[in-house]
């Protein structure tokens, strides 16, 4: 029997994926999935997730899920990485279908230096999300 209690499923979604259950999340799946599109946060970035955790320059408000550029490999390639309210981070999404000269620009340019091979997306990549994933102004 499947659930259909919507907040079941977000429970169960979320069970699932502390298990590392689900494979890569592409864009199309991103849309379809409420409970990912809510924690989406463009205001945390890759250097702000590395931060330490306690101390006089602690970060601790970066719980949800943001988008970054991933750069071990080429090409560079743009995640979603969920991070609980723990620290426990999980890469959860990959979106090919951005241009490569937007990944390319932001490289170029970064908005902040880069944490791990890891950089934040700039204003052209959060427009371009916005619109690709139906996501109104907040």
């Given at each position: 029997?499947?659930?259909?209690?919507?907040?079941?499923?977000?429970?169960?979604?979320?069970?699932?994926?502390?298990?590392?259950?689900?494979?890569?999340?592409?864009?199309?799946?991103?849309?379809?999935?409420?409970?990912?599109?809510?924690?989406?946060?463009?205001?945390?970035?890759?250097?702000?997730?590395?931060?330490?955790?306690?101390?006089?320059?602690?970060?601790?408000?970066?719980?949800?899920c943001s988008f970054y550029i991933?750069?071990?490999?080429?090409?560079?390639?743009?995640?979603?990485?969920?991070?609980?309210?723990?620290?426990v981070m999980t890469t959860v999404?990959?979106?090919?279908?951005?241009?490569?000269?937007?990944?390319?620009?932001?490289?170029?340019?970064?908005?902040?230096?880069?944490?791990?091979?890891?950089?934040?997306?700039?204003?052209?990549?959060?427009?371009?999300?916005?619109?690709?994933?139906?996501?109104?102004?907040?």
């Amino acid at each position: 029997m499947h659930p259909t209690d919507p907040k079941k499923i977000q429970e169960l979604n979320e069970f699932a994926e502390s298990l590392n259950v689900f494979a890569l999340q592409e864009l199309k799946d991103i849309k379809r999935r409420p409970d990912l599109l809510a924690r989406i946060r463009f205001d945390v970035t890759p250097q702000m997730i590395m931060a330490p955790r306690v101390g006089p320059k602690a970060v601790r408000d970066t719980a949800g899920c943001s988008f970054y550029i991933e750069t071990h490999e080429d090409p560079p390639t743009l995640m979603l990485m969920r991070v609980g309210k723990e620290g426990v981070m999980t890469t959860v999404g990959r979106i090919d279908e951005i241009p490569a000269e937007m990944l390319k620009r932001a490289i170029d340019s970064p908005p902040d230096p880069p944490a791990n091979a890891m950089y934040a997306i700039t204003d052209e990549i959060v427009d371009w999300l916005k619109k690709e994933l139906d996501l109104k102004e907040a």
